[in-house]
């Protein structure tokens, strides 16, 4: 079964424009910035008195973003659900109303809103990049896109590992540290707020990573941080899935998760959900099999996954 309530972030973005608006006295959509392609980036703050609340005020932000790959579907329903979560249970859950009365919370379902856009083409279902036209032929083919998590300034092609320079490479690293719109988006923005934290959601390894993705031999002085927000594999904060420093997945450079905590302070940590629920739930040991999974990057259809695993737990861990 596909569950598509959207066409695309155009009508993503009315649906949490209009949450917002229907939340006056805790929420405010702001247009962040626009893609490459001049579409609008959008946040929607939630924070006691959203309207007048000063930015950087003391209230400590903290920013929970999707969709940096096009494909990765799941992400941005889980942020736009999270929203969701936050909006309905003010004034109903206690532990939410306070977390909403001090903390000043952000919600970003798509970043990558042109790449998003193309996945709605049965044609483009796997894009991951953005919408970059690398050859300026007009054409978007395999050759054309930056991948926004190796565009950071921070490391940026440190090595010929962690990201390519190639064009046609799922993790391009784009022509110049930072040459997107997308990446520059990003950053300026984090860079005017300073949140505490990032959660920067991916799919779809069923990990939890974080610290330095540009190398593993030295552990970053925040990974203890991490770890107590995290868990251990006996008892991760989220059932099922691993904590583990983001560089023994595979090494990367120009990522987002290095460029925020090293350039601006945030911790930021990359929650990769899964694709599909049934390797969580049947044996959560387990590596996500494509195989197993009959709604393999479709919209999850369970409600339950991502508000009792991600919402619960991880926004309340912080
Ligand atoms: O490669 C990525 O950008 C992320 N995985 S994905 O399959 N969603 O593309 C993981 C980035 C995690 N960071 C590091 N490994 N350093
Ligand atoms: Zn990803």
Same mark, same amino acid.
């Given at each position: ?5 959207y066409?695309?972030?155009g ?16 929420a ?24 007048t ?8 932000a ?9 494909r990765?579907?799941?992400?941005a329903?889980?942020?736009r ?31 990558n ?17 953005n ?20 565009? $950071? ?5 440190y ?25 520059k988006?990003?950053?300026? $923005? ?5 949140p505490?934290?990032?959660i ?14 540009w ?23 989220v ?16 990522d ?12 930021? $940590?990359?929650?990769?959900?899964a694709?599909?629920?049934?390797a969580?739930?049947a ?6 099999k ?15 996954l991502?508000?009792?695993? $991600? ?8």
């Amino acid at each position: 079964k596909v569950y598509r309530p959207y066409s695309g972030a155009g009508n993503l973005r009315e649906e949490i424009v209009k949450a917002a608006a229907a939340h006056p006295g805790i929420a405010k959509a702001v247009d962040i910035g626009t893609s490459l392609k001049g579409k609008p980036i959008t946040a929607v703050r939630v924070t006691k008195g959203a309207r007048t609340y000063p930015t950087r005020g003391p209230r400590p932000a903290v920013v929970y973003q999707a969709t940096q790959h096009a494909r990765e579907w799941i992400t941005a329903e889980t942020v736009r659900r999270q929203l969701h979560y936050f909006l309905d249970n003010y004034g109903k859950n206690a532990e939410i109303t306070k977390l909403v009365d001090t903390t000043d919370l952000w919600f970003i379902p798509v970043v990558n809103v042109d790449g998003y856009d193309l996945t709605f083409d049965p044609d483009n279902r796997m894009w991951r990049k953005n919408a970059r036209d690398n050859d300026g032929d007009g054409k978007l083919t395999t050759a054309d896109g930056v991948d926004i998590n190796r565009n $950071f300034p921070h490391k940026w092609g440190y090595d010929n590992e962690g990201s390519s320079p190639s064009p046609d490479s799922q993790t391009y690293r784009g022509a110049a540290p930072g040459s997107e719109p997308e990446t520059k988006v990003q950053d300026a $923005f984090v860079k005017r707020l300073r949140p505490k934290y990032l959660i920067n959601y991916h799919s779809a390894a069923e990990l939890l990573l974080y610290g330095v993705g540009w190398q593993q031999q030295t552990p970053s002085p925040d990974d203890h941080i991490f770890r107590a927000l995290l868990g251990d594999d006996d008892k991760p904060a989220v059932p099922g899935y691993d904590p583990d420093l983001a560089a023994e997945l595979y090494i990367t450079n120009g990522d987002t998760d290095g460029h925020m905590t090293e350039r601006h302070g945030t911790l930021t $940590f990359t929650p990769e959900m899964a694709t599909c629920q049934t390797a969580s739930a049947a044996d959560p040991d387990d590596q996500w099999k494509p195989e197993d999974c009959a709604s393999v990057f479709h919209f999850p259809d369970d409600e339950k996954l991502i508000q009792q695993e $991600f919402t619960k737990n991880l926004p309340l861990a912080l």
